[in-house]
């Protein structure tokens, strides 16, 4: 595909395909870049009460053991070695470009704009519940006013939404300094949690007879929603890669940065859950709706759990800014190769934030973040599972093409480490496909949702070529 001409803006100055040139002090630092990957993926233990709750803390920890092995660590390295190779703005979506070409490059990228428009409306619903531990005026109006209830619930998470678009378009940098303050408060709520389980007799012991006795009864949750749940939380290491052109440095601090990232994930859900785990095991606890904030009162009492509130309330509005760090950047440059309007390539000068591109993400969140967090869950990892594969694609066919070309990292291992790298990843969204095909007709409206993304990015790729044709306009140039 040849590139259509750049787009001017209000002053008739092109538009670089490349954001607003940021000084060294406006981009993000190797600190804040771990945190942002922290951010992206995890953002603490919060979101991961539902997993517990649907397959039972025995089947559970293993799966916060192995995921990391089979689908993080994987994703971290392939993330790492592309990012090395191509440090641009856009990430993946310039890898599949120049690895298949157009079409998958439109296909990927839709499939992750929608995933993540399905996470951004996730994190301002949790948001909510946190706050309704330390404001319980708002669950006992909502009780007392069943219809108006929801409403105010959603106007609270609209604020949210506002609130962090304010701060996205303030730049990355903000982001990311914002994000190291906040994965501070968060790991220390937890670290503070875990302090008074130790001093109040709890034991890993403890923990391994509760996940023993799990297992010896053959507790079997919902497979699809489990799988959805793990995958969900162990994700999002690829996004991270769509503002490479706003960090500081990045082939030499995006490996650095996603360790980091990788081994507070790891630690910051196995702990918790395993002093969790002691305290209680019922489902209806380990939900959504309950939690942390209930599993820590049981364990301190309510100071304890009001400390564990404000961090979910800190945790959510990072992942829901994260987020939409990296998501508006796609639409700037699909734009920038003409998939998208004009108005989409746009950025500030001074900041290099694609406004048009985060107003109509957060309009977006805001109507979806009145679904349920178990639906808004399968349909986000469909879509991602589907994305994740071409990126792991480009891995092996770049290796194959230009296996000479300068990689700051480069997955270690040769071929074999190709293979584990490649290999287990393609495992685990196997076994998603099956999960949804073997329980489709529980989530009939989730997969319509799926398809009809699908054909939203083959539209989209025709519909362009098609207006790209001779004697019409507006489209992407024919080569």
């Known amino acids: 595909m040849t590139a259509p001409s750049l787009p001017l803006d209000s002053a008739n100055q092109r538009i670089s395909r490349e954001p607003a040139h940021l000084p060294r002090e406006r981009r993000i630092t190797m600190a804040a870049l771990a945190c942002l990957v922290f951010f992206t993926t995890c953002g603490g233990a919060f979101g991961l009460e539902p ?14 053991l192995i995921t990391p092995l089979v689908w993080s660590l994987p994703t971290a390295m392939m993330v790492a070695e592309l990012t090395t190779l191509m440090p641009e703005e856009g990430g993946y979506y310039v890898w599949i470009r ?20 399905v996470w951004l409306a996730m994190f301002p619903v949790l948001f909510v519940s946190y706050l309704m531990f330390l404001l319980p005026a708002i669950s006992i109006y909502g009780a007392g006013h069943p219809g108006t209830g929801p409403v105010i619930r959603w106007l609270i998470a609209v604020l949210v939404i506002v609130a962090g678009m304010w701060l996205n378009l303030r730049g990355s940098r903000d982001v990311g300094g914002l994000a190291k303050v906040s994965t501070f408060l968060v790991l ?8 008074v389980w130790l001093t109040r007799g709890g034991a890993p012991g403890a923990a391994v007879e509760v996940i023993s006795r799990d297992l010896a009864a053959n507790h079997k949750g919902v497979l699809l929603l489990g ?7 162990y994700s999002g290491w690829d996004n991270v890669s769509t503002y490479a052109g706003e960090v500081d440095r990045p082939q030499r601090n995006y490996p650095r940065a996603i360790g980091i990232a990788l081994l507070l994930l790891v630690l910051a859900y196995l702990l918790p859950v395993l002093a969790g785990i002691t305290v209680t095991t019922q489902p209806a606890i380990w939900s959504s ?15 304890l759990r009001n400390v564990i509130a404000a961090a979910g309330l800190v945790s959510t509005w990072n992942l829901f800014s994260a987020q939409l760090l990296y998501v508006s950047r796609l639409p700037y440059v699909m734009a920038c190769d003409g998939w998208l309007p004009r108005c989409f390539a746009k950025v500030s000068q001074e900041t290099a934030v694609p406004k048009v591109a985060i107003f109509c993400f957060c309009a977006i969140a805001a109507v979806f973040a009145a679904l349920s967090f178990g639906s808004l869950a399968i349909i986000s990892c469909l879509l991602y599972a589907g994305a994740l594969t071409l990126e792991f694609l480009s891995l092996i066919a770049l290796r194959i093409r230009r296996p000479h070309a300068h990689r700051v990292f480069r997955v270690p291992g040769g071929w074999l480490g190709m293979a584990y790298v490649c290999v287990t990843p393609f495992a685990f969204c196997a076994l998603v496909l099956y999960a949804t095909l073997r329980d489709w007709l529980a989530f009939p409206g989730q997969l319509l949702v799926v398809g009809a993304v699908v054909a939203s990015g083959v539209s989209l790729y025709f519909s362009r070529r098609i207006a790209a ?11």
Not at 106 to 112: F, I, P, S
Not at 290 to 296: C, T
């Open 188 to 195: 220390g709520a937890f670290a503070l949690m875990l302090l």
């Open 51 to 64: 997993l517990i709750g649907a397959v039972g803390p025995g089947l559970a920890v293993i799966l916060i």
């Open 289 to 303: 709706d309950a939690g942390w904030p209930v599993i820590s009162q049981m364990l301190g009492g309510h100071w």
């Open 98 to 117: 120049e690895t298949f070409g157009p079409f998958w490059a439109v296909q990927q990228a839709c499939w992750t704009m929608a995933s993540s428009v």
């Open 227 to 233: 799988l959805s749940y793990v995958i969900f939380n």
């Open 469 to 479: 044709s001779p004697g019409v306009t507006g489209g992407v140039r024919q080569p």
